[in-house]
């Protein structure tokens, strides 16, 4: 199946999408002229775009069908990154063999092969097992290479957040999320987290670990990491932090903007992860280098809490979907605070 572009077509609805889907078809060698035939199903926890699982049938058997699928692209995210750059990123992520192949694109999405894998649970963050692999395939992703000039992005983004928070909100908004104050709190933690440690090592980082970026393939044991729009250069120690500080969140629940803090891993769990991270390398990691490591994530929660709660910020102005994000942005900024 080639990759089929197509211009500008609104995708608003399942059906909309499945004329989508059936003009680029042309392009795979299985037109379907029975639009009843390609089936839509809406899927559940995405906070950025919408995302829809498709049955398609094949042109070679009437009763076959493969699946895909399909990536409605939300309002308002150019605001976060450059979609041509979060493209190419997904291409050359996906030939290190992470991640779905793109099999199509069209002005508001694009459309990926289904990964036949289970997406994690928050529950399963907690398992030994899983974690171990999930540090692993971490470590791994780590070691992929983007062609640029490989400069951390962390700081920068967040400033420019921060202009885009500033300008939506209100000035009763901005004085109460304390927005006057977090230029100056970006340029502290920058200086005492990356101009104070030199050997920090630097890796193209996934940059948004929570529980449903992560899939796992129950028959091989293999993890498969997804959804790379917030990738970038960074300290890997961020990359880290901010998946301890996704422990504490649960997308699925009746409130899934609540966090839940008293799930952040506690220290010996913390230092498991590293230590697994840091043994996929080949070699027993020594005991200063996880120590190290630790103590690097721990400081690099409070970036993770700036970065997500000007992001919620942002996203509350944009996003239409059905999320407490100004809520979600308080909790973040309380933690940060504490």
Known sequence: MGIGVLGLIPVSSPDSLKKVLQTLSGKWGDVVEDLERIQVKPMKGAMTNQVFMVNWPTKDNHFHHRKLL??????????????????RTFEIVSRY??????????????????????????????????????????REFHGIKVPGDGNVLLWDRMR?????????????????FGLDNIEAEINLLEHELQYEYKQQEIGFCHNDLQYGNIMIDEDTNSITIIDYEYASYNPVAYDIANHFC????????????????????????????????????????REEDIKQLLEDAEKYTLASHLFWGLWGIISGHVNKIIFDYAEYSRQRFKQYRL
């Not at 995210?77 to 979060?86: I, P, Q, S, W």
């Not at 420019?160 to 109460?176: F, I, M, R, V, Y």
């Not at 966090?259 to 891993?265: E, F, G, K, V």
């Open 246 to 285: 996704e422990m504490a969140a649960n997308y699925h629940s009746d409130t899934p903007h609540i966090l839940d803090y008293s799930l952040y891993p506690g220290e010996e769990e913390r230092r498991r992860f590293i230590h697994n991270y840091l043994r996929s390398s080949g070699e027993d990691p």
């Open 97 to 138: 063999g992470h991640g779905p192949r793109l099999l199509g694109r069209f002005a508001g999405g694009r459309i990926e092969e289904f990964i036949h894998a289970r997406t994690l649970s928050t529950v399963d963050l907690r398992d030994q097992q899983l974690s171990a692999l999930v540090a692993a395939k971490l």
């Open 160 to 176: 420019n957040w921060l202009g885009q928070a500033k300008s939506l909100c209100t000035p009763e908004d901005s004085a109460d």
């Open 70 to 87: 399909v990536r409605v692209y939300g309002d308002g995210v150019d605001l976060f990154f450059d979609r041509k750059d979060e493209i």
